[in-house]
Every structure is written in C-alpha cells, then in structure tokens.
C-alpha cells in the first residue's frame, strides 16, 4: 500500500525521468527551443549567443539586408529573394567558427517555410593585438598532376605556417581560381587546404565559376555548395575583412571584373556597423588597379569612395605575379604572385617571382611587416641577380639584371660592386629573363606550351660594371626595417 510519503516520492521521481532529456541536451539547443516572435514582413529570424548568453550588437546579413543583434541576440529581416545564406559578421570577440577544417560563418536559408530560423552559437576568444595573416593566390588545379604537385607545397606552407603559430594567432585568405574550370576538384582542393591548421577564408575566381553557365548567380553555385556565400564580411583584432566576388561571369570563361551593385550596397550597408578606427581588408580576385599600367577594373571608383575615411588594404590574385599599389593616401593593394606560379609548370611566376604566397604581420589596426615567401625557398631570398648577357632587352645585354619580387616605390635598393660605396638604383620596366627562356616558344613550358611569359614587370633593376668587376652586392630595404641582400660574383 503506498503511503503519501512513497507517493510523492515517485512523483518527483517521474519527474526527474520527464525532464532528463532536457537536462542533457547542450544548451545550445535548449536555446533553440526559446520562440523568436517575428515582427510583421519578416521572415528570417534566429538568436546569436556566445558562450550561450545572447550577444547583442552582433551583424547578420543575407548578402542583401544588414541587420544587428537587439540585447536578447535576436535578429530579424525580410530575406531577398535570391539569398541562398544567412551569415554573421563575426565579432573580434568570438573564435572563428569552424566546420570540417573550414571557417564555417554561414547556414543555408530553407524557403519552404513562412519564416526562416538560424541561430548562430560563438565561442569566446581571447582578446590579442597580433596575428599573422596568411594571404594565397591562384591555386588553381585542374586535374590530378596539379594536385600532387600542391600536395608537396601545402607541406612546404604548412611549416611556414606553423612556425608564424609560435607567435601568436594565424588565419589565412585565397584570393580566388582555388580551381581551373574543373569544379569536382573543390573538394580536393579544399583537403589540402585544411592541413594548415588555420581558419583559411575563400575567395571566388574567374575559373571558380561553371564555364556552362551564362547566368553569373547560376555559375557561382558549385563555389557555394563547397564554401558557402561568394561575399561576406568578419572581423578580427582591430580589422574589419571584406571578402568580394569582383567577377561578373557571362558564360564560357567571358567575364568582366566588376562587382555587382548589389553587393556594393551591401558592403555600404555592412560598413554602417564599421567603426573608422577598424582598418578594412578587402579581398577580391581581379586586381582593382595595376602599379604600372593605366589599368583600373571598372567600378573601382565606387570601391574606392565606399571605403573613403577608412584606413584600407586590398588583396588580389589573378595575374600570377607581384606588384603593389597605392591607390591613394588611405587604399595599397597587394596583387599576389600564385602558389601556382606559372600554371604549375615550374617554379616560377610569370614575373619571374618564385611560386609562393605572402605574409602579413598585423599590430591592431596597422601592418608592421609582411614579405612574400617562395614556397621552395628560404624567407631571405627576395632578389634574383643575373649576370651580363642575361637581359631580354638587347640594349641592357651589358648589364647585371636584379629582379626584387616584392618591390614598391617606398623600398631602396642599392649596388655596390668590389665593396666601393653603394649605388641606389632606380627600378625599369623589363622581362626576367629566367620567366621568360622557360615559358617563350611553342614547345615551352614542356608541361603547358600555352602558357607565356607577362610582358613586363616594373620591380626589375639593372646596373652596368666595370670590365673587371670581380663581386656585385646587391641590397634591397623595405619600409618595415627588413634588409634583403644577394651576392653575385663572376665565374
């Protein structure tokens, strides 16, 4: 017979059993239980936590609308008819979400219901002023020769990278043609690139997109499918990254390289949440203007005046070499030479660079070094010296030919022959000669006959010695206090 003692007894019992589901669930999910009331006309709502407690002031955007956070870390919008993600800007005070290797700061948006819901749950991070940021370019594999060949340089990069860890934190960007026209090898691509052991962001190219497709939404879709969104934004440290899809795809490798006025005024909306004191990364594929040339893609202009007030550096690939830009007092932009190099027919980028990628050392809001690195070479080598009779150019057959991979007009490079006091040289515009006897002809380069040489590239140098020169030092200083130096004696 139960006694009432035995009856509640069994009763708290039950409900103990009753409520153990929820007891054990995360509390990510009981989160997800709490109802997002939404407000008339919206149809895409959700709830942003970090470290489980609502965060507030946090940006959502589906690559149309830009919203924030209301103090219960709730967001709501009117999603566009054509966005396929909903995504946030991610706070320099939470870790990069990451997902099978991957940054991973998007979910899909299911339009078979009335309103939409994704939460997004961020981890803490700890706060810091320096990283590392890792920045690739051109990729670019196409079948399984490339790919063996990355496989042995993601090793190489793997080390570099993982020596930059010591130091602090490391995230990375490739800036675009991840593939080339052969969109079943995403995911191979993206296998390497987990070996890093980063937070590596994606970039969109020209050969990223489906060269069947006429309709540039449409040619985007296999990049979306592996990586998500083809412009979004995310903040770390001090800066504020802004990661653009600057090719409009017309179908059959026909493009132009401008971006869409859809996400300019995205970008104009997502800035409003920028403070002026964040320096932006912009990273796109096409170069927005070329150092050298007359070049400038066409609606940089319109880049350029969104970013106006703002402290800015921009990222580009595509071209398969190195050239920096200063665009204005507040906008340099560093055009990438390929880890590719030239299409993967040797080790060499078509300015006579080694394949390689860059590196930037950021306190704050500022960059306080960054240097590119040959994947096969050591950090030091960042001049290549050519003895007389070297030169392209019949009128310079004389001189000693100096290649400086990663020059600007702020650098000094300086020739000193026999230990006399050096000469400071000023730089021309001519062919390397190593880019161009290995990629110039019909049969060359044995891998790609059709892959030829660039023109000209502006960070050449040239000095004429004296007949009996015995040694040429040639020394090479960058505006971040490192000193690069090469020894040329003759034979």
Known sequence: MNTPKNIIYWFILMLCIAFLPL???????????????????????????????????????????????????????????????????????????????????????????????????????????????????????????????????????????????????????????????????????????????IPVFQVIGNHDHDLTESDDRKAIRHFENNFGPAYYSFNFGSNHFVVLDNVLYKGNKKYTGEITEA?????????????????????????????????????????????????????????????????????????????????????ICSDGSPRGFTVFKLKDNEVVNKYYKGTNHEKAYQIKVYEPGKAVSTGLKNDVIMNVFGWHTNWTVSVSEDNQTPVVLKNITEKDPDAFNTMNGKSLPVYRPFVEPHAKNDHMFHYRPSANWQQISVQAADPYGNIYKSVLKKK
């Open 23 to 197: 007891a054990c669930k995360p509390k990510s999910a009981l989160i997800e239980k709490i109802p997002v009331q939404a407000l008339p006309g919206m149809d895409l709502v959700g709830r942003v936590t970090i470290n489980q407690k609502p965060a507030s002031g946090v940006v959502v955007s589906d690559g149309y609308s830009v919203v924030s956070t209301d103090k219960n870390g709730v967001y709501q919008m009117k999603a566009n008819e054509n966005a396929r993600f909903v995504f946030t800007s991610i706070p320099a005070s939470a870790k990069i979400p990451m997902k099978n290797g991957l940054p991973e700061i998007y979910k899909p948006i299911y339009k078979n219901k009335q309103v939409a819901r994704q939460d997004f749950h961020l981890e803490a991070a700890t706060k810091f002023s320096k990283f590392h940021l890792l920045a690739l370019a051109d990729v670019q594999i196409a079948n399984n020769t490339d790919l063996s060949l990355l496989k042995a340089d993601i090793e190489k990069i793997r080390e570099h990278t993982l020596a930059l860890k010591d130091s602090g934190e490391v995230i990375g960007i490739s800036l675009g043609d991840l593939v080339w026209d052969n969109m079943s090898y995403f995911p191979n691509y993206a296998e390497e690139i987990k070996k890093l052991k």
């Open 263 to 347: 996400q300019l005024n995205w970008l104009k909306n997502d800035l409003e949440y920028v403070n002026k004191d964040q320096q932006i990364i912009v990273a796109l594929h096409i170069p927005t203007s070329k150092r050298f040339s007359s070049f400038v893609s066409p609606n940089s202009q319109k880049l350029y005046s969104l970013l106006e007030g703002y402290k800015v550096k921009i990222l580009s690939g595509h071209t398969h070499y190195n050239v920096v830009t200063t665009v204005n007092k507040n906008i340099q932009e560093y055009t990438i030479g390929a880890v590719c190099g030239a299409f993967w027919t040797g080790d």
